[in-house]
């Protein structure tokens, strides 16, 4: 897959994106996150939106968004509760007091949104579409044509410089499929993803990210015609030449290709052992 890179992004700017949105990344990168969150500055006929604000423990985040919104924030909107994207949600809402947008139902016990959002629902002026599979309260937003160009804020769901990972039980690998496929059927120009730089043409990667799963899924199933195995020997002969830090979220994937198999009638599972279903 043609992923993108970019320069490592200057800490604590406002880094235009398009017109009406900038972006401040914050300091947490790492092998699932790239360079860092990206917490999205939205102009909106509401006032500003502020998306996605960020991990847990990084107040010079949290005074950059102040610095660049003066404080003014009319919304604070939350793609899905993953730790590098809602952490910050209660240091910044304590110092604006702006309302909380989310999912309907929160994946978290820890955050209840202020403004319960289902698929199909408007917020600030975007068409929210529940895209799980990365994470079961999974949002991605739509903006009306910019400049001539549909914009899509896709979160996690699909970034540019990376696939994601599907853990279960809050990823699913079967709605992950089903999310992708509700994007084809979209005519988004440009994604602006949780992680990484924009992304342009973006039905050619959701295609390939597709194709690859099907053919992940295919190398398991080869697999599993050999005997039963658990997850992590059949993560090793998949992905023998990973990263050694991106391992474990190898396995998480297995794991979510075998439930999904399972659920079709494709695999049974004995114990920690996974087969072919005969």
Not at 17 to 38: D, E, H, K
């Amino acid at each position: 897959m043609a992923f993108l890179t970019e320069p490592e992004p200057e800490r604590g700017a406002n880094l235009p994106v398009l017109p009406g949105i900038s972006r401040i990344v914050a300091n947490n990168p790492g092998p699932m996150t790239y360079f860092g969150t990206n917490t999205y500055l939205i102009d909106t006929p509401q006032g500003v939106v502020v998306l996605d604000p960020g991990p847990e423990g990084h107040p010079e985040h949290i005074e950059a968004i102040l610095r660049h919104t003066g404080g003014q924030i009319a919304l604070i909107l939350v793609s899905h509760t993953h730790h590098d994207h809602v952490g910050a949600v209660p240091a910044l809402q304590e110092a604006t007091g702006a309302p909380t947008a989310g999912f309907r139902t929160s994946a978290i016990p820890t955050f209840d949104p202020d403004v319960k959002i289902d698929h199909g629902g408007m917020v600030a002026g975007m068409l929210a579409l529940h895209t799980p599979g990365h994470a079961s309260d999974h949002l991605c937003f739509a903006l009306p044509a910019t400049n001539g160009e549909k914009v899509l804020f896709s979160a996690d769901h699909v970034m540019s410089w990376s696939t994601s990972i599907v853990s279960p039980p809050g990823g699913d690998m079967r709605d992950y499929f089903a999310s992708l496929n509700l994007l084809l059927e979209r005519d988004d120009d440009v994604f602006l993803p949780g992680h990484g730089p924009p992304l342009y043409d973006p039905r050619n990667l959701v295609r390939a990210m597709l194709t690859h799963r099907m053919i992940r899924e295919q190398a398991i199933a080869k697999k599993l015609g050999d005997g039963a195995f658990d997850t992590y020997t059949i993560m090793d002969a998949l992905y023998s030449q990973l990263n050694p830090r991106l391992r474990k979220a190898a396995e998480r994937n297995v794991l979510a290709h075998l439930l999904k198999m399972e659920a079709e009638g494709k695999a049974i599972r004995d114990g920690e052992l996974w087969r072919a279903k005969a």
